[in-house]
């Protein structure tokens, strides 16, 4: 199921314009409860062992931190609209009340990574996330070298990735990335990648009932898959474009973005150190529809 945007791009140009001023104000109440717009200590490593990976760290490792802009992105942050957060085991403990309160209103967490390798603080943070009223959702970190799309497929959906109409779950995410351990493709051909990302695709929606959401990036996706245009009819989109742009560089063959991560050192009460920020393109009550599958 592909959410549409909420607003139509020339308007989310007029309310990005009209809106800097609005942002600074939302900066600045952020900050008075706990938040600061200066980036925090950085507790995700750029160098990661296999099942320490995280969202973005192949972008990280293979394209770099754009540090001209990431750190400065302070009042051009997106911090209007629907916003939500993803962490794994690198954020430690979770104060979710407070990370609530801050008006984060989703996030994913990491569930799984490969084929045996599970987060340990995934059964920490999926039911206290839930608790406080977090829309949430799960993330399998692919290794398209180690197995086959289905068998990590069928692995996440029975260690986290599972889905339920409750109105606080999302559906789970396929993070497909530069390889952080080694060569930026896997190894893999891009006729190979497209079979190994729908096979993923297909197990997990007999498992679910539901469309993974694919998390990559423009670069990753354009190379690897060689442009692919076959998942933007079946898989919603978030695109991990850290920049101080209005709106971020989407992969060849999607039409639109359902979340941007718009930094990687985002700061949100209630978490030490960084966190990645995300915007959701739409209202809640789409994010709601998304979660619901209707």
């Not at 190994?196 to 993974?212: E, G, L, P």
């Not at 209005?246 to 992969?251: D, R």
Request: overall charge positive; hydrophobic content about 35%.
């Amino acid at each position: 199921m592909q959410v549409l945007p909420h607003l139509s791009r020339l308007g989310r140009r007029t309310a990005t314009a009209l809106g800097v001023l609005g942002a600074a104000l939302a900066l600045t109440a952020t900050s008075a409860v706990g938040a600061n717009a200066a980036p925090q200590p950085d507790p995700q490593p750029l160098t990661v062992k296999p099942g320490q990976a995280y969202m973005g760290v192949g972008a990280r490792i293979h394209e770099g931190v754009p540090a001209a802009e990431e750190p400065s992105r302070g009042l051009l942050a997106p911090t209007d609209g629907v916003q939500g957060i993803d962490v794994s085991n690198w954020q430690g403990s979770i104060n979710w009340t407070s990370v609530r309160n801050a008006g984060i209103q989703f996030a994913w967490m990491k569930a799984t990574e490969g084929t045996s390798y599970k987060d340990p603080r995934f059964n920490t943070n999926y039911p206290a996330a839930h608790g406080a009223g977090v829309i949430r959702g799960a993330y399998h970190f692919a290794l398209p070298n180690t197995s086959n799309g289905a068998t990590q497929a069928a692995y996440f959906a029975s260690n986290g990735g599972g889905w339920s109409r409750d109105n606080l779950t999302l559906p789970g995410v396929l993070d497909i990335e530069h390889n952080p351990y080694g060569a930026m493709c896997y190894g893999l051909s891009t006729t190979q990648m497209r079979t190994w990302i729908n096979d993923f695709y297909t197990t997990y929606k007999a498992r679910t009932s539901r469309d993974v959401v694919i998390y990559t990036t423009a670069s990753w996706w354009n190379t690897c898959t060689g442009n692919w245009t076959g998942m933007s009819a079946k898989s919603p989109l978030w695109v991990a474009h850290w920049t101080s742009a209005a709106s971020p560089t989407i992969p060849v063959g999607f039409p639109t973005w359902t979340v941007w991560q718009y930094t990687s050192t985002g700061s949100v009460p209630g978490i030490s150190g960084n966190v990645d920020r995300n915007q959701f393109n739409g209202s809640r009550d789409r994010l709601l529809a998304l979660a619901n599958n209707t």
